[in-house]
């Protein structure tokens, strides 16, 4: 399944199919992870590395994959706004499950997704999510994508014990003005 979500994520034009090929993905990669299962997605991973392959919860799978984490966040460019909610549910229990190192692959997921888009920042692209979200004519079907990148930024900011980390975190977002989306949201409560 990442073989086939990094395929279509690196074709330069997608088709309608495409994407909805990659919200099916998303959808089976999530109850994978939700899941204790034969890890059927990583048992070509473990084989060629030599490593048993044994039962184990899907996360701490997606966890042992070098990559898993950089190709699922790759999946918020989907153009359905559940796909982009699903990842950051994703990747916001990933930040708590084998601390501190899933936290740090997590936070690398989204330095390699920095990379990928050729951004300045960090969390760029994040943010320019919900500022155009908090832009669009209708936030009712919006709010719940923004209530779930509120939670995975808390889950960044607070998903560690290091203060100096979180404290980095936190000022990563401020450098892209988020503070005046905080501003802003408020106006969602009344539209939940």
Known sequence: MLDLMNDIDLRRAKTKEDYDMLHEIVRCIRAFLNNKVLCFLFFWLQKKKNLPIEQQHGIKAALSSPNALNIIFRAIDSTFM???????????????????????????????????????????????????????????ENSGFLVTAMIFINSLITGVDDLDLRIHVRNEFYQLNFASLIKVAPSLSSVT
């Open 82 to 140: 559940s796909d982009k909610e699903t990842v950051l549910e994703i990747m916001s229990g990933m930040c708590f499950v084998d601390q501190p190192t899933s936290h740090q692959k997590v936070l690398d997921a989204m330095k390699s997704y920095q990379e990928y888009r050729k951004e300045e920042r960090r969390f760029q692209s994040l943010v320019n999510f919900m500022s155009t979200t908090l832009a669009a004519q209708d936030n009712r």
